[in-house]
């Protein structure tokens, strides 16, 4: 199923007349690369979300800590630099509007009030499984990312 889909993206860019064949093997390689990083995330969190324990796996998000834009080569595809996450988690953690501390707590913005916060399902209670190895990125996601007031 998973290569079914790589050798659609690809044949899709490869007929991309619009690209250049050097834009057309860095995206190529851009969305491989993105594809083997969502499989090594599904598999280090069990397919759950970090932050609820949702399993549909179809809607999980592997989500990037240090935003992959922005990313090296290496943190685009380093294990450590994701969370799995649904897609509510992951909008409001990819928008600043949740981030975690060092020890996993969640971090919520002062932006996002009560009754959004109710209807995304946050509360201060909540807390995720970090790694040592995870706590460079998500201290750069705290500095550089979360939108604390």
Known sequence: DREISYKS???SIEKDNRLS??????LIHSRIGQGQFRDNILKKYSSSCIVTGINLKRVLVASH???WSISD????LDI?????????H???????YISFDDTGR?????KLDDNNRMYMNITPTMKIDITEE?????KYHRKNVFIEK
């Open 9 to 11: 993206i690809i044949d």
């Open 21 to 26: 064949v050097t834009e057309r093997d860095s």
């Open 65 to 67: 800590i240090k935003p």
């Open 73 to 76: 080569a290496n943190e685009k």
């Open 80 to 88: 450590h630099n994701g969370l799995l996450m649904c897609p509510n």
């Open 90 to 96: 992951d909008k409001l953690f990819d928008r600043g």
């Open 106 to 110: 969640i971090l919520i913005s002062e």
């Open 134 to 138: 995870n706590i460079k990125y998500i």
